[in-house]
């Protein structure tokens, strides 16, 4: 079956570093790769998204790529702000789009000022 | 991007009692999705509802426990049936508005007691 694993924290940062949250998966095919952030008390937000192999997608600032060679989907950033403290989920849809999605146990990350 | 609006977003409820969730699209969607978040958790899914038909559901959720609804294209009912502790959650409606773009409502907190 599909599954996402991404690596879990919390993760800590200073204010304007450089931020990578790793992510991998386990599906058949080519499935659809995505990003969500969830604020405090807050639902959660489709932050990027990516259906095909070497397909980047981007949103304010964050980027990640889909690399099939490595079944991977890292979430980057150049420089954190204090705002971007949130929990991070990475989640993975199945070839053909007819089912829900998959979802890692989330990141929380924490920015510091 | 779709606004998807739940009710009631929060509720404490007795043990051995039901409560139903209501979700609201703002624009018609053939694809609608109930996930549960335990406390600190991923998001698992629960089941996919489609109108016009019966909902499916994820392995270890049965329709005797969760009852879905769908009974027009921007309107899902989630119940939660003989609540006990355990089913303590954040329960979230999603929806899928043009290919692979999965939007969520803000979900609804349960409490158990």
């Known amino acids: 079956g599909n599954s996402v694993t991404q690596m879990e924290g919390p993760v800590t940062l200073s204010e304007e570093a450089f931020l990578t949250i790793n992510c991998t998966y386990t599906?058949?095919?080519?499935?659809?790769l995505f990003w969500y952030v969830q604020y405090p008390g807050e639902g959660l937000q489709l932050l990027l998204k990516?259906?095909?192999?070497?397909d980047k997608g981007s949103n304010k600032g964050f980027e990640a790529t889909y690399r099939k060679e490595t079944t991977s989907f890292h979430l980057e950033k150049g420089s954190v702000q204090v705002s971007d403290s949130a929990v991070y989920f990475c989640?993975?849809?199945?070839?053909?789009?007819?089912?829900?999605?998959?979802f890692g146990k989330g990141t929380h990350l924490i920015i510091q000022p | 991007s779709a606004v998807i609006s739940q009710k009631p977003s929060r509720d404490i409820c007795q043990r051995g009692t039901s409560l139903t969730i209501q979700c609201q699209v703002d624009?018609?969607?053939?694809?609608m999705f109930w996930y549960r978040q335990q406390p600190g958790q991923s998001l698992t899914l629960i089941a996919t509802?489609?109108?016009?038909?019966?909902?499916?559901?994820e392995s270890g959720f049965v329709i005797d426990k969760f009852p879905i609804s769908r009974p027009n294209l921007t309107f899902s009912t989630l119940t939660v049936s003989n609540m006990s502790p355990e089913d303590s959650s954040i329960y979230l409606c999603?929806?899928?508005?043009?290919?692979?773009?999965?939007?969520f409502g803000e979900g609804s907190w349960l409490t158990v007691v």
């Open positions: 989640a993975l849809r199945s070839v053909g789009g007819a089912d829900g999605l998959t």
């Open positions: 509802a489609n109108q016009g038909s019966e909902a499916t559901y």
């Open positions: 999603s929806a899928e508005q043009g290919a692979n773009t999965i939007y």
């Open positions: 990516a259906t095909k192999a070497d």
């Open positions: 624009s018609q969607v053939t694809m």
């Open positions: 599906a058949t095919g080519y499935p659809s």
